[in-house]
C-alpha cells in the first residue's frame, strides 16, 4: 500500500525566512510519481510540481525548490524568502505511473508568514 | 480555458437528506476524479472515470454514494440518506491519461 506522511503538521515564520517542508513516501512501486499541491484558505488544490521517481535531479522554480531522494524516500519542498502569500496548507501526494493514478496525499501542514 | 468548476460551492442539509453535486472538467480532459477531504486531513480518493466509464471505486464509497459521467462529459456525485459523517469537502479533478490532475474549488458539505 502506499503511504505519504508530512509530520510537520504546522509552522510558522516570519517573512523572508526560508522554510523546508517535509515529505516521506512509502510505495512498493519501482515507478511512481510525486506531487506538491497548495491549498489556499479558499480551498481549492493548486499544482506546484509534479516528479517521476526515475529523475532525482532537484528542481528550482523561483523561490521553490524541491529535493527528491530516493534512497531515504523523501521529496521535500523548499520556500526561500518566503512572503505573506506563501501562507496556506501544503500536500505532497504520491500515484501510480500506471492504472488509476489516484493520489494518496499526506495530512498536509499549515504554514504560516507572519509580517 | 477555464478550469475545473463544481456546483454548488456550499451545501448545508439535514440528516436525511439526499444531496448532489456537479463537476464540469476541463473540456479535453478524458478522466475525472472525486475525492473528500475532511477537516484537517488530505483528500482521500473515492472514484474515477474515464470517459463515461467508472473504472474504480475505493471502500470508502458506500452504497449511498453513486457516480455518473455521462455521454463522458459533467460527472455528478450524488450522496442519499446523508449522515453528520458524510459533512466534509468534496473535491473533483481532472486530466488527461497519464497527466497531472487539477482541482476545482469543491463543494462544501455541512450535514446538520
Known amino acids: 500500500a502506499q503511504k505519504v506522511t508530512q509530520a510537520q503538521t504546522e509552522i510558522s515564520v516570519v517573512e523572508k525566512e526560508d522554510v523546508t517542508l517535509d515529505c516521506v513516501y512509502e510505495?512498493?512501486?519501482?515507478?511512481?510519481?510525486l506531487f506538491w499541491y497548495k491549498q489556499p484558505p479558499s480551498g481549492e488544490l493548486v499544482f506546484l510540481i509534479r516528479?517521476?521517481?526515475?529523475?532525482?535531479q532537484n528542481e528550482i522554480s523561483g523561490r521553490y525548490s524541491w529535493n527528491f531522494q530516493k534512497s531515504t524516500s523523501s521529496f521535500n519542498f523548499t520556500i526561500t524568502a518566503s512572503q505573506v502569500v506563501d501562507s496556506a496548507v501544503y500536500f505532497c501526494?504520491?500515484?501510480?505511473?500506471?492504472?488509476?493514478?489516484?493520489?494518496?496525499f499526506g495530512q498536509g501542514t499549515r504554514l504560516t508568514i507572519n509580517p | 480555458d477555464t478550469g475545473v468548476s463544481q456546483d454548488p460551492r456550499h451545501k448545508i442539509t439535514k440528516r436525511g437528506q439526499n444531496v448532489t453535486f456537479r463537476c464540469d472538467p476541463i473540456s479535453e480532459h478524458n478522466r475525472l476524479y472525486w475525492y473528500r477531504q475532511t477537516l484537517g486531513q488530505g483528500p482521500e480518493f473515492l472514484t474515477y472515470?474515464?470517459?463515461?466509464?467508472?473504472?474504480?471505486k475505493s471502500r470508502l464509497l458506500s452504497d449511498r454514494f453513486s457516480a455518473e459521467r455521462p455521454k463522458g462529459s459533467f460527472s455528478t456525485l450524488e450522496i442519499q440518506r446523508t449522515e453528520q459523517g458524510d459533512s466534509a469537502m468534496y473535491l473533483c479533478?481532472?486530466?488527461?491519461?497519464?497527466?497531472?490532475?487539477?482541482f476545482g474549488p469543491g463543494t462544501r458539505l455541512l450535514v446538520l
Open positions: 472515470f474515464q470517459n463515461e466509464a467508472q473504472l474504480e
Open positions: 501526494a504520491l500515484s501510480e505511473i500506471w492504472g488509476a493514478q489516484k493520489l494518496v
Open positions: 516528479r517521476n521517481s526515475f529523475d532525482e
Open positions: 510505495t512498493r512501486d519501482t515507478t511512481y510519481y
Open positions: 479533478a481532472s486530466s488527461s491519461v497519464g497527466q497531472t490532475q487539477y
